[in-house]
């Protein structure tokens, strides 16, 4: 038996597993919180399974709110949280491969725990910190093996889904995926056409933010699950590409979708299609087109302060970060002057102020250096001057002497 110490995000829910428990239920810490708990990754919510059924434990808890009361989820309100509470259950057939036709209520903690989808998500937490494993998930968890839970088949007809969730764990986790669960993947592939965009693009997504992505998109590959997603049948490039890159790791979506649609696509046009074919937000899809007209200049070496302003690049360390990804030849150097040398937005952002043209040109205060300083401003705004002390002393030279 494994006995871990609750972490603090448990300890604050305690009280919703106490009262269950105290009410004759059982009750659990389960799925992705335990999984992160036991790799001591940070955790994002807390969720409850328990014995008792929905109006149980609506009558236990004063304040709830029905959030998904027909496949028995309750969100418990306690001093401003709110918590997740699940009854036990089982699902029945799947005949669209997203939903369950109907799910029945049950008592049996192992029953629930066996329509899980991998032996990892298949773990449970009691009050005391008894970590209960029916299906192997702490040794796979050691081992750094995705494996679903019992037939793999069965699992991936239940809901199609799971074939992305299986790769993208494999990302984000840097874990194998066990042999006769790739297997199952590369078998029912086709199955994945039927699920929405929105919900693929969700695992897409935390795919390529994983800590090894070349591992998700390697298995997404071989498994062929990338020909049964539409957005994806134009793309065949990008899967070539991208297991050969020596390093990628991606610090957020935008760099991410802009190296995908860097090695795929030719022009802004196709980006904003395929972007928009995965039903992407309008902001990531502006950020994305920004970034990949940065990379093309970078590329033929025509990026200077100028282009980046004008394309409105979020930040230049992105561009900087993708371009070291992709392998451009370039001189770090040139593209960081050239960043400082950015025109500015106001006068603080200036390289050049009040004192320099005293102690390094001799003006006095007084309205001359007044109007000088706001005549450079006026042209480095415009971009007729670039701003750099060196060429702005030029200019203020100038002025002084017209
Ligand atoms: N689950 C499942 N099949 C799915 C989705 C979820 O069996 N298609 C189960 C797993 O036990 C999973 C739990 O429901 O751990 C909670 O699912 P979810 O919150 O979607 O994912 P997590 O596993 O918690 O992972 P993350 O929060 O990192 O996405």
Known sequence: ????????????????????????????????????????LPLHDVDIATSAYPAEVKQIFKKTVDTGIEHGTVTVLDHGDGYEVTTFRTESTYQDY????????????EDDLKRRDLTINAL?????????????????????????????????????????????????LDFEIEATTLKAVAENAYLLEKIAVERINVEWTKLLLGKNPKKGITGFIETQLFAYCPMFKTMDQVFKKIPSLEQLHFNNEVTAWTLVCYLSLDNHKQVSKLLKAWKCSNELIANVQ????????????????WNLYTIGLPSFEMANYVAD???????????????????????KELAINGGNLIKDLQFTPGPLLGKTLNTIEKKV??????????????????????
Not at 298 to 303: D, S
């Open 1 to 40: 038996m494994k006995l871990i110490k609750l972490p603090l995000e448990f300890q604050k829910a305690r009280i919703i597993l106490e009262k269950i428990r105290n009410a004759g239920f059982e009750a659990y810490f389960v799925g992705g919180s335990v999984r992160d708990t036991l790799l001591g």
């Open 325 to 347: 990804m992709l392998g451009f030849p370039r001189d770090m150097t040139t593209i960081q002057d050239s960043y400082k040398a950015l025109p500015i937005k106001n006068k």
């Open 124 to 172: 449970a937490l009691s009050l005391d910190g008894e970590v209960i494993d029916l299906f192997g998930g702490l040794e796979d968890l050691k081992k750094g093996l995705i494996k679903a839970v019992g037939n793999p088949n069965e699992r991936y007809h239940e809901d199609a889904l799971r074939m992305m969730r299986t790769v993208r764990f494999a990302s984000q």
């Open 98 to 109: 997203r939903r369950p036709d109907s799910v029945e209520f049950v008592r049996s903690l």
């Open 381 to 402: 705004v415009s971009g007729e001057l670039r701003n750099e002390l060196s060429l702005l002393e030029i200019a203020a030279r100038k002025i002084q002497n017209d």
């Open 290 to 305: 920004n970034c990949f007209s940065a990379l093309a200049l970078l590329k033929i070496g025509q990026i200077d302060a």
